[in-house]
T-cell receptor, first 114, second 115 residues
């Protein structure tokens, strides 16, 4: 898709499809990872988190996968709905600093077409 | 079950004025974090506070910015002598403890516009 506005990666899907949003993190010592959803004019909304002693965690319609070997995190959204349209951020913490001191990824714009 | 409450939601200040942003953490949360989101950027950590203590201010600009979390009342982020570059969304987050796995919840943000 075309990157506009924030020059973020974009993902466009049809309603009902599954979405996969990827994130590469930098600090190999990070041990706690979170996905947030941010709609225009609102604050980040917690979606799901995972600790480094796990490689997969499932929630309602969402799954997070963690690959520590290549420092990669992904968010899978099943049966994507128009209300899922937003910017999605991964965040990492830990590794010797406070857990609330999150380092955010650049974000991905998800657009769901009816 | 109120979440993280921030006010004002929108604030307009002229260059040189002061901006005060307030944050009340979620009930039961004693750890507060402030983040800034500049246009076309992601969220960046500014400061981490507990009641009456600044724990980590490594993300705060050295001048004009200060933060406090008094024993009573909300946490305050104060920006003195604002400049156009301070225009941004300022988000407060809180957690129950600063431990792995303790969910960090964000407020809806305060949008500062400097004219």
């Amino acid at each position: 898709g075309e990157s506009v506005g924030l020059h973020l990666p974009t993902l466009s899907v049809q309603e009902g499809d599954n979405s996969i949003i990827n994130c590469a993190y930098s600090n190999s010592a990070s041990d706690y990872f979170i996905w947030y959803k941010q709609e225009s004019g609102k604050g980040p909304q917690f979606i799901i988190d995972i600790r480094s002693n796990m490689d997969k965690r499932q929630g309602q319609r969402v799954t997070v996968l963690l690959n520590k070997t290549v420092k990669h995190l992904s968010l899978q959204i099943a049966a994507t709905q128009p209300g899922d349209s937003a910017v999605y951020f991964c965040a990492e913490s830990g590794g010797g600093t406070s857990y609330g001191k999150l380092t955010f990824g650049q974000g991905t714009i998800l657009t769901v077409h009816p | 079950n109120a979440g993280v409450m921030q006010n004002p939601r929108h604030l307009v200040r002229r260059r040189g004025q002061e901006a005060r942003l307030r944050c009340s953490p979620m009930k039961g949360h004693s750890h507060v974090y402030w983040y800034r989101q500049l246009p076309e950027e992601g969220l960046k950590f500014m400061v981490y506070l507990q009641k009456e203590n600044i724990i980590d201010e490594s993300g705060m600009p050295k001048e004009r910015f200060s933060a406090e979390f008094p024993k009573e009342g909300p946490s305050i982020l104060r920006i003195q002598q604002v400049v156009r570059g301070d225009s941004a969304a300022y988000f407060c987050a809180s957690s129950r403890a600063d431990l792995s796995g303790n969910t960090i919840y964000f407020g809806e943000g305060s949008w500062l516009t400097v004219v």
